[in-house]
């Protein structure tokens, strides 16, 4: 007997429309194989990175004329659906409170290890109080993206690591700028996210909502 | 059960976190909870301890020296299961 299956056609739609439509269909269930259509590298990616945070197991990945067909099943001994609209929360369900916190979707560029110019510790503070803010808001950022004195929040013996790692779990990606971590001779230590090049952070930069600290 | 802990200033908030760390009892420095004061300012989240346990109490002690002012019970509340866009609610209560 075949697997029950659903299908999400995601062609066309930019990010984050794929993820969002992904997260709606593992909400609703009611299916054992959960087909996702997209015509995007970058939503390809997005789409299996976030089957990874809802407990989704990637079945197949094929691409055929510039479709690429991604096959999901969610695991049903996890809370698949809890997990993802955490990760992603619909669209509706944001800014429902009078001043609600919602980084929700932003890329967050980070340049120092603290926030403003001033007396340092003081910078550092405000840093690390703005990375617990996003901790505890409603919709997390897509994506944070360290570079030069930044890529310091995310090595062994930061004080902001924990709450960069509370962001990872909740599906938010971490990027270091790899260049940053070799002059700072601190590629090593990098505890939190991934190493990336300049190519991908300006890419990144210039796509969509950025938030520069 | 888990505290927030106010002090005068974000220098007494940092110099506190430094001596509850020193002596070994994990706290966590995070901004003022809006619903507890409005303006800007640090305090620190700390586990209230057994009440009368030795860390409890030397918890207790090193707050004092370094100047908290008030202390605040966290209540969360749980989401709710069946709503997948339900999300856990902090309030905070005065302490004790």
Known sequence: MSDIRKTVDARGLACPQPVILTRKALAEGGFELLEVLVDDPSSRENVVRFAGFAHCGVEAETEDGGTFRILLRPDAGLPAAPEAARVAPAPETLEKAPGALSAQGATVFIASGGIGTGDEQLAALLMRGFLYTLTEAEGVPRRIILMNGGVRLAVEGSDSLVNLRRLAERGVEILACGTCLEFYQLREQLAVGRVSNLYEIAGLLLQGRTLSL | ?96
């Open chain 2, 1 to 96: 059960m888990r505290l927030i802990v106010t002090f005068p200033s974000s220098h007494a908030a940092l110099a506190a976190e430094r001596a509850l760390l020193g002596a070994g009892l994990p706290v966590e420095l995070i901004p003022v909870p809006r619903q507890i004061r409005s303006d800007c300012g640090f305090c620190l989240l700390a586990d209230a301890g057994e009440p009368g346990s030795g860390p409890g109490r030397r918890r207790l002690q090193l707050l004092g020296a370094c100047g908290a002012r008030e202390q605040w019970q966290v209540i969360e509340t749980e989401p709710d299961p069946s709503s997948p866009s339900s999300r856990k609610v902090k309030s905070y209560e005065r302490y004790p």
